[in-house]
């Protein structure tokens, strides 16, 4: 009997990531939805008997549409698919009735075991065939698209993937839930960039540290911007005690730094198959207005591919953007390294 199975991403690259990591043999149909409500539609329809779920999409999250298959007792096995590996993030998902979780990028060895635990899947009962004649990617599609992928997509999945595992760290270090968005991949001038940046301002001040990274062609700076109201909350999770400080809040920006940066580009240069050597932490300013910072280097950045990752604590008045600034001379090696997500 064919089973129905949807996957639901915002990410192109993803949903055919997922499509390709599926058992060959099994005998299925594929659907694909880009949010939640997508999804919650074609379940509806009969087309999700298995859910691939993503949690980080918009319109409606993960989170929301697992809220809503219980609310409305829809029939569907959901298991998450997810870069959020925060641990409370598996237990959300798991009490909030997914099967399992699976951490991207897929492997299809893991699914596989996986689906052969919950009994969806019997690799031991395939059909023995030539190798050469294994269709490894479901024909059948009944709704949805994998869609185009270029390399904003790409790039955008990568630090998908790099940014989960930061905030990992972070969540662990500070022993509270990171609330994880959509990076924003844009190539800019650095005009477009500090007004981009400007927009984001509310009022507050900022400090910021830049740690610059170069390896194999690629260059960049990492730029870490904390508003200065989250240092009270840092402090008070971090069991800070004495004087905050300027010298103590810089203390804490470098531990926060760490951990964020360090992961972050660590996890470009591992799905990037290559090594990025990190410069020291730099601190760009304590105080001042976050335009300020980008109008201070707009000589150094010129025209820049920017990903910002925006990091807010659960429950806890904490908040840090990230901006992984990459130079123009990197972007043609860099878009051959990610080449392997289009094929």
Known sequence: MTTHVLICDDSSVARKQMARSLPGDWDIDVSFAQNGEEALSAIKEGLGDILFLDLNMPVMDGYETLEHIQQQDLPTMTIVVSSDIQPEAHSRVQKMGALDFIKKPTCSEEIAGLLDQFGLYRAEDKVTQDEDTIELTPAII??????????????????????????????????????????????????????????????????????????????????????????????????????????????????????????????????????????????????????????????????????????????HNICCDLLLLFTEDSLDILNRQISYLMD
């Not at 760290?169 to 022993?175: I, P, Q, Y």
């Not at 240092?231 to 008070?236: G, L, S, T, V, Y």
């Not at 920006?253 to 990037?272: K, P, R």
Request: charge should be negative; proline fraction near 2%; include cysteine.
């Open 142 to 315: 009944r709704k949805g698209e994998v869609g185009e992928i270029n390399t904003r997509d790409c790039m955008q999945e990568v630090a998908n993937v790099a940014m989960g595992q930061a905030a990992d760290l972070l969540a662990r270090l500070l022993n509270a839930f990171v609330k994880l968005p959509i990076p924003k991949v844009n190539l800019l001038e650095v005009n477009e960039l500090q007004r981009a940046l400007s927009l984001t301002e509310q009022g507050d001040t900022y400090s910021a540290v830049c740690q610059g990274f170069i390896g194999s062609g690629i260059s960049g700076e990492a730029l870490l911007i904390f508003t200065d109201s989250s240092f009270h909350d840092i402090a008070e999770l971090l069991n800070f005690q004495g004087e905050l400080d300027d010298a103590a809040e810089l203390e804490l920006i470098m531990e926060v730094t760490n951990i964020l940066v360090g992961a972050c580009i660590n996890g470009f240069a591992e799905q990037l198959d290559t090594h990025f050597s990190q410069g020291h932490p730099v601190v760009m300013g304590q105080h001042v207005k976050v335009s300020d910072l980008v109008h201070a280097n707009a000589d150094t950045w010129n025209r820049v591919l920017s990903i910002e990752i925006t990091y807010e604590i659960e429950n």
